[in-house]
């Protein structure tokens, strides 16, 4: 059973940042062999696809409205993943889960998210 938990959410200025965090029940070697994004809903939407980091940590995507603004990064010797967050708009508000996936798997899990609130 793999565990996400995240972390680093709350409320913040427009322009703002917060860094994001998801911890992981993985062994290190387990943990080389999931790739990990970060999601996000806001109210009444569906949820979206903010960042993706593959397995290796070598490959990146981003969701075009946050391109130049979020960096998604993994710590292999930590076993987590983190999503960095710059010049945070009103836009940006929403709950953000982890979710993980495996090689070559169908499996994925998903962590039961932390909420972002950017507001004057």
């Known amino acids: 059973q793999v565990q996400l938990v995240e972390s680093g959410g709350g409320l913040v200025q427009p322009g703002g940042s917060l860094r994001l965090t998801c911890e992981t029940n993985?062994?290190?070697?387990?943990?080389?062999?999931?790739?990990i994004d970060w999601y996000r809903q806001a109210p009444g939407k569906e949820r979206e696809l903010v960042a993706h980091?593959?397995?290796?940590?070598?490959?990146?995507n981003y969701a075009d409205s946050v391109k130049g603004r979020f960096v998604i990064s993994r710590d292999f010797a930590e076993r987590s993943v983190y999503l960095q967050m710059n010049s945070l708009i009103p836009e940006d508000t929403g709950m953000y889960y982890c979710?993980?996936?495996?090689?070559?798997?169908?499996?994925?899990?998903w962590g039961s998210g932390t909420l972002v609130t950017v507001s004057a």
């Open positions: 979710h993980a996936k495996r090689r070559f798997s169908s499996s994925d899990w």
């Open positions: 993985l062994s290190g070697f387990t943990f080389n062999n999931y790739a």
């Open positions: 980091i593959s397995s290796g940590g070598d490959r990146t």
